[in-house]
């Protein structure tokens, strides 16, 4: 806490390609939900925001290195996390649900069963959703990839058949690529609380 208030900034880590969370703005700058819920946040602590941009799969191993002071980038509580870190929120509360093609996403409901080899599934890089798929489809053939949009990206182009990540992605990709045909769930598969993750040492200060 020292540090933070002797350097007078609050570096955060973010991933900026998780839309609606964090994402780029077309002159390159960072924009969304998170950014300015951390501007909030460092306004009133009365310091300056530093955004320090890594893979979400990195973003907690910085965390703990002291590379980064928090983390906001659409990352949920899990048991796991919080042995290593502490949990600010939530402030928004998401869920788990799956992106296809409409016909692809029709025809996966008719066969009921998407845990068989031939079923290509496309997730974030150290997420929930990775895991997700690992515990409940572990048959399936799983693509990792760093960013949303590389996964939006593989679900278009036929490279793989549904993607799993966050409901709030899918509804914004869906908006974004109005002719590619994309189709989610009405409703989540599950309920999970997005919140910041920061350093120990910051608690009772975040908590006033």
Not at 41 to 66: R, Y
Not at 175 to 186: K, N, S, V
Request: net charge negative; hydrophobic share 40%; proline share 6%.
């Amino acid at each position: 806490m020292n540090k933070i208030l002797n350097s007078g900034e609050l570096r955060v880590g973010t991933s900026g390609s998780q839309p609606p969370f964090t994402m780029k703005s077309n002159d390159g700058q960072l924009m969304d939900y998170e950014v300015e819920l951390a501007k909030l946040l460092t306004d009133a602590m009365n310091i300056k925001l530093k955004f320090v941009e890594k893979p979400f799969s990195e973003l907690l191993p910085a965390l703990e290195k002291g590379e980064i002071d928090v983390i906001m980038s659409g990352m949920t509580i899990t048991p796991e996390r919080n042995l290593k870190a502490t949990f600010a929120g939530p402030y928004i509360v998401s869920g788990k649900s799956i992106l296809a093609k409409s016909q692809r996403l029709s025809a996966l409901d008719e066969m009921g069963e998407i845990n068989r080899p031939t079923i290509r599934v496309a997730a974030l890089d150290g997420s929930t959703s990775q895991r997700f798929v690992e515990k409940l489809a572990p048959k399936v053939k799983l693509v990792t990839t760093k960013d949303y949009e590389t996964a939006v990206n593989l679900v278009m182009e036929d490279e793989v058949d549904i993607m799993v990540a966050d409901y709030p992605i899918f509804v914004l990709s869906i908006l974004r690529h109005p002719d590619a045909g994309l189709a989610t769930l009405e409703t989540p598969l599950t309920i999970e609380p997005i919140v910041l993750l920061y350093h120990p040492t910051l608690f009772n200060y975040i908590i006033l």
